[in-house]
């Protein structure tokens, strides 16, 4: 039980939150400058900021999360292609197959959730460039904008969540995932034909 709680419950949920972090980040940056506050109050803000940005980008979730979800992808594709074995070979009524549909259908949103929140972190990661256009900064100190550079070259770099330090935690897996499953199938399906 405790093993599902952590591939179900805390990957997508960590994310999400990061990913919040990420939108306060975002408003804070953007509203830099506008408040007529002095260029040192400014300057303040924008290193509290590039320190925030500098903890987000911590590996601390994906050192938690990043074995369990490379468990997770490959039981999963494991798991939907004896799915699909069992429904076309094994079930002969109406209620085994929407029993092993179902079935299939909660497998592949055990882990939906977690590679839709990555896409989403990534996302906002992304859009922390353009954050830092939208504050004030050409009337700020060339500090300011020393420190804008730093945070910039910073957000450029990308910042995904992995899996095992070999999938990266994504949409583009999940469904990578469910190819997998289907590869397993038909590899199946070509030995018992």
């Known amino acids: ?26 408003m804070r940056i953007s509203g830099i ?6 260029q040192t109050t400014n300057e ?13 980008l911590c590996n601390l979730i994906n050192e938690v999360i990043e074995l369990p979800m490379l468990v997770q992808f490959t039981v999963t594709a494991i ?33 939906f959730p ?10 906002m990661f992304d859009e922390l460039l353009q954050a830092i256009y939208s504050s004030n900064w050409l009337m700020q100190s ?9 945070f910039m070259q910073r957000a450029l770099k990308k910042r995904p969540a992995y899996a095992g330090g070999i999938l990266r935690i994504h949409l583009d897996t999940f469904f990578s995932t469910c190819k997998a499953a289907y590869s397993v199938f038909a590899m199946v399906w070509q030995l018992k034909n």
Do not use: W
Request: net charge negative; charged share 20%; proline share 3%.
């Open 44 to 56: 303040e803000e924008l290193t509290e900021c590039v320190k925030d940005q500098q903890n987000l």
């Open 79 to 111: 798991n939907v292609a004896l799915g699909l074995v069992a429904m076309l070979f094994v079930a002969k009524d109406i209620f085994s197959i929407l029993y092993y549909v179902f079935y299939l259908f909660g497998i592949l949103m055990q882990t």
């Open 1 to 26: 039980m405790s093993l599902n709680l952590v591939d179900d419950v805390f990957p997508p949920l960590s994310l999400c939150m990061l990913t919040g972090h990420i939108k306060v980040l975002h």
């Open 33 to 38: 400058g506008y408040d007529r506050k002095n």
């Open 142 to 150: 060339p500090k300011y904008k020393k420190h804008m550079i730093l």
């Open 114 to 123: 977690t590679c839709y929140f990555g896409s989403n972190f990534e996302f």
